[in-house]
């Protein structure tokens, strides 16, 4: 605990206020006169010290010395998070394919984003769905690239490039001939479109459906000479 005292300053203006009276009332134009406003004003201060006295008070020590602040480390510049590139497959195709991939379904979220068109934005929905499961199917069975390459070479970058356009023409925000009739043009498009991807994936299967319905007819086969002729495996 420190003591402090602080001092009154109420007596210091008994000082000025006496000067200021005998000034008002009192001569001032002998030395004499000096002295005796002088003493006057030592008097008047005294007895504003005893009417106002210092006063004093104890304080704690670390309120005195109030610890400075430390000055915070400055937060390292945040880095942008940069786009992870796919691994490598090993196949130069396939990590090509993969490639096409992520830009073609990137590329089909910017326009669902930007085109408004509740119909548009659904069938690019669906598109961008079908475009990932085929790249997937052939990824998971390269065999079946071969299947793809018309789809790959032509279909997808000529949905893009309709779709692209679609979107610039909609955003001059105008009503036209040309931007109307194009426009209109491409919605009609967009339905055969989706239809053309949902059957390239179907296709995709269709070697893998042959095998199925052959183990089927040779299962029903084994069945029957086992007595259980007639059965199917969905039922009697």
Known sequence: MSYIKKRSVLPVYFIGATWLLWSLFAPLYRPTHYIMAALASFIAYNVGKMLFPDKGYEVAEAARTAPQAQPQPQAAPRQ???????????????????????????????????????????QISRLETTTGKIIDAVVEKPSKLPQIRKFMNYYLPTTLKLLNAYDRMDAAGVSGTNIDGTKGKIEDMLDTICTAFTRQLDDLYGDEALDVSAEIKVMEQMLAQEGFGGMTLGGS
């Open 80 to 122: 942008e998070a940069k786009p992870q590139e796919p691994k490598s497959t090993g196949s130069p195709e396939i990590d090509a394919l993969l490639a096409e991939r992520s830009r073609a379904i990137s590329e089909m979220r910017r326009l669902n984003d930007s085109i408004k068109d509740e119909k548009i934005s659904g």
